[in-house]
């Protein structure tokens, strides 16, 4: 089985409509693709039932920012209800959070003389924008030469034109995930900046409050960092997802299905393995798709 259990739509930071994002997801021969958009299920609600590929399961997902000890921590939730009262509450306040943090940035950069930042976000498909776009149109402005740029210089924390997020915190995006019937899943653990101790610490709270996986493999990590995810996992009796975090098809090195196999001692761990697995009942059909 080649699960891929995080990609992006353009519906958030991905560059993709839905239907081309099926379309390569069957061109690399997946299995199962949850599609988990930042804060927003948008996506889900425009798939036609022609573009889901013969053999390719489609999982309801979506990606919630969170915050643990002033650190933004993202959890993914699969196999969701995306209709469900609890997680579209929470997903319309961080959609809220998202737009008051672009007008802060767009303040910023209007006392620098750079104009035009909300009528460029008002013009994209996204309903969840992020920083991602900023940097986009700053190097549409010419103020940056690259998106690494942008970050570096202009949208961090010490950025001139960043602005601070004030998302949800890791409880509330794990219990709204529970409460839409999904499965809480810790996304790429070593791409936080805290030490290995806090790792620790992180996973092992997440798991008190609800969370009940982690990805263990997932693009551009290396087999000793995927072997300490894999440690993490099982003493924590967690269950081990795998995910590309794909974003665009320019970004060779985080394509659909582009991450390594689970170590073998997690084998028995993996998440399709999980007793409420949405493959087996709660992957995309044309009747979830059409709204029952």
Same mark, same amino acid.
């Given at each position: 089985m080649l699960a891929d259990l995080h990609a992006h739509t353009w519906y958030s930071d991905g560059? =993709?409509?839905?239907e081309a994002l099926l379309a390569r997801a069957a061109d690399n021969q997946l299995t199962c693709l949850a599609i988990t958009d930042h804060d927003t299920t948008a996506a889900l609600d425009t798939i036609a039932p022609h573009w889901i590929a013969p053999g390719l399961s489609l999982i309801q997902g979506v990606e919630i920012s969170s915050l643990w000890e002033r650190q933004e921590i993202h959890v993914v939730g699969i196999g969701i209800d995306r209709h469900d009262t609890t997680l579209q509450t929470l997903l319309l306040g961080q959609q809220a959070l998202r737009r008051e943090r672009a007008a802060e940035m767009d303040m910023r950069l209007k006392k620098a003389g750079v104009t035009g930042l909300q009528? %460029? =976000?008002?013009?994209?498909?996204?309903?969840a924008v992020g920083r991602n776009h900023v $940097?986009?149109?700053?190097?549409?402005?010419?103020? $940056?030469?690259s998106k690494e740029h942008a970050f570096k210089n202009f949208l961090g924390d010490r950025g001139k034109y960043g602005a601070t997020a004030r998302w949800c915190s890791i409880g509330d995006a794990v219990t709204a995930i529970d409460a839409a019937g999904g499965i $809480?899943?810790?996304?790429?653990?070593?791409? %936080?900046?805290?030490?290995?101790?806090?790792?620790?610490r992180l996973v092992s709270e997440f798991k008190v409050a609800g969370g009940q996986g982690i990805e263990v493999s997932y693009s551009n990590l290396d087999p000793d960092r995927m072997d300490h995810l894999a440690?993490?996992?099982l003493s924590n009796e967690?269950?081990?997802?795998?995910?590309s975090d794909f974003h665009t098809p320019t970004n060779h090195?985080?394509?659909?299905?582009?991450?390594? %196999?689970?170590?073998?001692?997690?084998?028995?761990?993996?998440i399709w393995l999980h007793?409420?697995?949405?493959?087996?009942?709660?992957?995309?059909?044309?009747s979830v798709i059409n709204g029952a």
């Open positions: 560059s =993709l409509a839905p009528a %460029y =976000l008002a013009d994209l498909p996204c309903t $940097a986009q149109f700053l190097i549409d402005k010419g103020v $940056a030469r $809480a899943i810790l996304a790429h653990p070593n791409r %936080y900046k805290i030490s290995n101790p806090a790792l620790r440690s993490l996992c967690l269950w081990a997802s795998t995910g090195w985080m394509d659909l299905g582009k991450f390594r %196999y689970l170590p073998a001692r997690c084998a028995d761990r993996a007793p409420e697995w949405p493959g087996r009942g709660k992957a995309m059909t044309a």
